[in-house]
């Protein structure tokens, strides 16, 4: 006689839990309610809004960038800059600004691409500043053409026959298009293979290495879907505030805020950069006749956040509630165990 | 202390120096409890360690290495110059980097660099890690006269044998506990045996 | 001879380069920190000795002696408290940190003082210059500055490698644990060298006080030169960093000979080349 043993049952891994569908119908119920925004509100809400989008779509690409490839780029205004330049020529050209959106993101892409060549070679801190100085010589070089602006800015054309309120609408809708976009993106990303090796990367390089992670292309195409992004958001900046000036659009002060939503908000997660929007125009909100303490107040509260709450705001909320609303990770659930049939 | 690899040696000695805050229990020094000092102030107190892998300071020469030893040192009869007493032939290469010498030069450098500050208690984590057997020999022939200076000694040893033969106390680890001590004149090498490899734990919990 | 006076103004702006270049140099060799703030803080400096040059009435070299030590200070308390923390959270958020240091004071500047550029009133000096021929002179200004370059480099050489806390400085960059179980206490050697490295930004403030206007935001263009300087030169030599300052300084006045505008742009290309071609710099650090 022998004993038939059954195998216990393996682990079952799944991608996400029952909070991830709720996730997502919420997710879609706050894009239909955001979509139909233009016919319900002022457009003071919806401009404010374009403005909350943009911050977040940047935020977005640059906690890909920090918290997945660990890449801290103080430099992505470059492709920002790169991005509204290509809708100002476009336009100057006959395109229509909102169909350049798009090719403002492949734009930004294309210079990515040699430029990823320079700087992913480096470490950290000469990365961080080189992307920083890469960012300062495209300024420097856009305000050599006259016919870009030089250096009292360029407006753009082709948006003069329109009517006021429809164009904000439009762009309203670019910028909520654009910010979906983003975030979709970021999660397909994380969730991808992709996403798999990036953590592996970023718990420890040698390891990944190890076990055949190609790291430098993991990097690089996280590298080029960022600027693509930056490029949306420079494209949005030049439609919403209708003229571009080198100086601004190349501002480090946009690394500044990105960088600021991402501590705030909390690196390493897709919620966290939202929350760190959210609570960024807030401040903004409340602050907004006091000048420059905006910007002390929003900076001593990113640097303490970075120094004591390193993983941000959600950080703190996804541990008290452990709640994740993006399935990125996978879960394990541990099998019931099967009775051991013996013949009798 | 004796104890097969991962066995926990070297990561207790390291707690001793101050380098890995324990989880739990305390760390006493002649009564005084330690387990929170930081580990420069434990070189004041007496404890200085000698790392596995020497750990000597690339960009000093010999005799700065050496120097930096006293940073925080004791009132005692090691200095400099008795250093080079012990070790002639650093006198001559005092003003080199340490890179280019052999390991049995760079551990006699090590040593010298925890002497320098007087301790009472050394600690000698895997004096022999990477090295030839007669430098060991060589190197294991100081400890007498370190011993009999009053200085206390605790060596992590891999070689057994080595270690039972200069030792007054041995304490065999396995998977982080003690699983042997005594006077190893008194142990049994069949003890010791089943002490490093825990064949009396295995043998208890029944066939695999 | 245009280009030889030109020559020599690149090379006379490098000894400010390389003042702003020594602060960083030290505090990356040493604790692998670089502080973004590090040009917000000269331009904090120079604020400071112009409200000492104003509100005391001294004339500005002796701004210099009371700024630096009050700076040497300030900077062992930033690094103990503040950059000290953030190395202990990880590596990489000591940038992020200092980053938003960078900006808080920069608005700070802004919020209690005005946007207007201002500059240190060096009275008889500004003007002065020696005449050398036709075409070249060399400002005084720019020699003190030059001068008190090379005198930091050779006094922090000094202090690195004939004192016995330049050499505690040594061991803990070279292996912080390593350094701490022979018994230096490697906080409080870390808040020394960012007291050194502070000193020098606020020296180097003040030279650039003397140098030209600056104003709350001129901080970054600064942080950025300096690193540049210290890319170029090579990590982990201070006489490399006073090279790298100094071939900088070259790029920016033989670029805006070139064309007036020119002379930044030309300094960012030669290091993005540098960058390129070595990421150790011209002067490799000596092999540890």
């Known amino acids: 006689m022998t004993d038939t043993a059954v195998p216990a049952a393996l682990p079952r891994v799944t991608r996400s839990r029952r909070s991830a569908t709720w996730t997502a119908g919420l997710g ?49 205004q470059a492709y920002i800059g790169v991005g509204a330049y290509v809708v100002l020529v476009l336009a100057g050209n006959g395109v229509s600004p909102f169909l350049a959106i798009p090719l403002a993101a492949l734009g930004a892409l294309l210079v990515a691409l040699p430029t990823s060549f320079l700087v992913l070679r480096l470490r950290n801190e000469y990365f961080a500043i ?51 976009a983003t975030l979709l993106a970021a999660y397909l990303l994380l969730r991808s293979r992709l996403g798999l090796d990036l953590t592996a990367i970023r718990d420890n390089e040698i390891g990944a290495r190890s076990v055949g992670v190609r790291i430098t292309q993991a990097k690089r195409i996280v590298y080029l879907v960022a600027a693509a992004g930056a490029g949306a958001a420079g494209s949005l900046l030049i439609i ?4 571009v000036q080198a100086t601004s659009i190349f501002s480090v002060q946009w690394s ?28 903004q909100q409340w602050l907004s006749d006091r000048g420059a303490w905006y910007l002390i107040i929003v900076g001593s509260i990113a640097v303490v956040m970075a120094m004591w709450l390193p993983r941000g705001v959600w950080g703190v909320v996804s541990d008290r509630f452990d709640l994740r609303l993006f399935p990125v990770g996978y879960w394990l659930h541990a099998p019931r165990p099967n009775p051991v049939e013996t013949p009798s | 202390m004796i104890g097969a690899n991962g066995a926990g040696k070297s990561t207790l000695m390291r707690a001793i120096a101050g380098l890995h805050a324990p989880v739990a229990g305390s760390i006493r020094l002649e009564g005084r409890d330690i387990t929170h000092l930081a580990a420069h102030r434990r070189v004041a107190a007496g404890i200085v360690l000698v790392p596995e892998g020497r750990r000597l300071f690339g960009s000093l020469t010999l005799e700065d290495n050496l120097r930096i030893g006293a940073t925080r040192s004791r009132p005692g009869s090691w200095n400099l110059a008795r250093v080079f007493e012990l070790f002639p032939w ?18 006699a450098v090590a040593i010298g660099r925890a002497l320098m500050s007087n301790p009472r208690i050394l600690l000698l984590d895997e004096l022999s890690l990477g090295l030839s057997p007669a430098i060991v ?31 007054d106390r041995a304490h065999c680890l396995l998977e982080g506990r003690i699983t042997l001590s005594g006077r190893p004149s008194e142990l049994v090498p069949a003890q010791v045996e089943a002490a490093y490899f825990g064949l009396a734990k295995s043998a208890a919990a029944g066939g695999g | 001879m245009i280009w030889a006076n030109a020559i020599v103004q690149g090379i006379l702006l490098g000894g400010l380069y390389a003042l702003f270049a020594c602060g960083l140099s030290l505090m990356f060799g040493v604790m692998r920190v670089v502080n973004l703030a590090h040009g917000d803080f000269a331009v904090l400096a120079a604020y400071l000795a112009l409200a000492i040059i104003t509100g005391l009435q001294v004339p500005v070299l002796w701004s210099a002696l009371v700024v630096a030590p009050l700076f040497a200070m300030v900077g062992y308390l930033v690094q103990r408290f503040i950059i000290q923390r953030s190395l202990d959270v990880s590596p990489l958020t000591t940038m992020l940190v200092t980053f938003g240091l960078s900006i808080v004071i920069q608005n700070a500047l802004l919020t209690a003082l005005s946007a207007n550029s201002q500059s240190l009133p060096s009275g008889s000096l500004a003007s002065a210059s020696l005449q050398v021929n036709g075409q070249m002179s060399i400002g005084y200004v720019s020699a003190i500055v030059f001068a008190t370059a090379v005198v930091v480099v050779i006094g922090l050489q000094l202090f690195l490698y004939r004192t016995g806390m330049g050499r505690q400085v040594r061991a803990a960059a070279d292996d912080q644990e390593a350094a701490s179980v022979v018994g230096v206490n490697v906080r409080h050697v870390y808040g020394v060298a960012a007291a050194l490295a502070f000193a020098t930004v606020a020296l180097a403030g003040v030279a650039f006080g003397m140098y030209s206007s600056f104003d709350p935001a001129a901080g970054p263009p600064r942080l950025i030169f300096a690193f540049e300087a210290v890319v170029i030169g090579g990590m982990g030599s201070l006489w490399g960093t ?19 505008s020119f002379g930044v742009l030309a300094g960012h290309l030669v290091f993005l080349v540098v960058l390129a071609l070595r990421p150790s710099g011209l002067i490799p650090a000596r092999v540890t």
Not at chain 1, 240 to 243: F, V
Not at chain 1, 265 to 281: A, D, K, L, M, N
Request: aromatic content about 8%; charged content about 10%; proline content about 3%.
């Open chain 1, 28 to 76: 879609v119920i706050v894009v239909l309610l955001l979509i139909s925004l233009p016919y319900l509100v002022h457009t003071n809400i919806t401009g404010l809004l374009v403005n909350i989008f943009i911050l977040l779509a940047l935020a977005t690409m640059w906690n890909l960038l920090a918290g997945y490839a660990g890449l801290i780029s103080v430099g992505q």
């Open chain 1, 130 to 180: 080189a992307t920083w100085v890469v960012a300062e010589a495209f300024r420097l070089v856009v305000l050599r053409f006259p016919s870009l602006g030089g250096g009292t800015g360029a407006s753009l054309p082709g948006m003069a026959g329109m009517d006021p309120v429809f164009r904000q609408a439009l762009t309203y809708w670019a910028a909520l298009a654009v910010v979906v």
């Open chain 1, 240 to 243: 919403s505030q209708l003229n």
């Open chain 1, 256 to 283: 500044a805020y990105m960088i600021f939503v991402a501590l705030i908000g909390g690196v390493g997660s897709i919620e966290g950069p939202i929350i760190g929007t959210v609570i960024f125009f807030l401040l």
């Open chain 2, 90 to 107: 650093m006198a001559e290469r005092r003003s080199r980097t340490t890179a280019f010498l052999s390991g049995g030069e760079q551990q």
């Open chain 2, 137 to 167: 020999r060589r190197l294991y022939d100081l400890l007498p006269d370190l011993l009999a200076g009053g200085m206390t000694i605790l060596l992590v040893e891999q070689d057994v044998t080595q270690a039972l033969r200069v030792s």
């Open chain 3, 242 to 260: 006073l090279a790298g300052g100094i071939i900088l300084g070259l790029a920016q006045v033989l670029g805006a000979q070139v064309d007036a």
